[in-house]
């Protein structure tokens, strides 16, 4: 099974300036989704960005950036189908073919080359039409939810059967984590990612960090502070893979 990795990283982030290239561990959030990338078993990993000091971290990183992506899939609004769809189209275009693809964002830099490879025994070993990254959504569940009427509590018809029922007894949910997204290219093209039979990848909550606001950034340099995440090796520039 022929496997693409698409890196998707735009320039512009209002939430923080800058953030694919934020300093993470003494390197840059880029890094730690290309090196987990090199170390697995994807058959190639392409960068997708607008941004020329993004694509020149990613030459930098010895990832492979064959095209800039146009202005209109780099706003605010842009579909991430499309992204991978335009990406998925150059490389084809070029004489490639894969079976799937797997989307990697930067923002989600905790993830493995482990997890990226049990992501791809997962689809080959269940013939599904995607795998996703899930996490336990923990303390926050649906269940423990309010709605309110101006500040007034309501609850909603899913609401815990007990007041203040132990998180034990409630049925596990989990949140899709944006580490990874692992979709068949046939399942792409039919603008999804998830199609009709989806399986999860259930990681723990210190690879599932999502950064999106600063506080993310805060929390992630903490875990690397107290180790609970190992920062990619510095002269870690490989890009072959078998």
Known sequence: MRVLGIVPARGGSKGIPGKNLAELGGTSLLHWTVAAAHASRLHRTVLSTDDDAIAAEGRRLGVDVP??????????????????????????????????????????????????????????????????????????????????????????????????????????????????????????????????????????????VNIDVPLDLTLARALVTERAVVPPDADDRTSAHP
């Open 67 to 208: 095209f800039l992506r146009p202005e209109g899939l780099a706003t605010d609004d842009a579909s991430s189908i499309d992204v991978a769809l335009h990406a998925l189209d150059h490389v084809e275009e070029a004489g490639e073919s894969y079976d799937a693809i797997m989307l990697l964002q930067p923002t989600t830099p905790f993830r493995t080359a482990d997890d990226i490879d049990a992501a791809l025994d997962l689809l080959r070993r269940s013939g599904a039409d995607s795998v996703i990254g899930v996490v336990d959504v923990g303390g926050h569940h649906p269940a423990r939810m309010k709605l309110l009427d101006g500040d007034r509590l309501i609850d909603p018809p899913y609401a815990e059967a007990a007041e203040n029922q132990p998180r034990q007894t409630l049925d596990p949910h989990y949140l899709r984590n944006g580490a990874l997204y692992l979709t068949r290219v046939a399942t792409l093209r039919r603008r999804s990612f998830k199609g009709d039979d989806s399986r999860a990848l259930i990681m723990p909550a210190e690879r599932s």
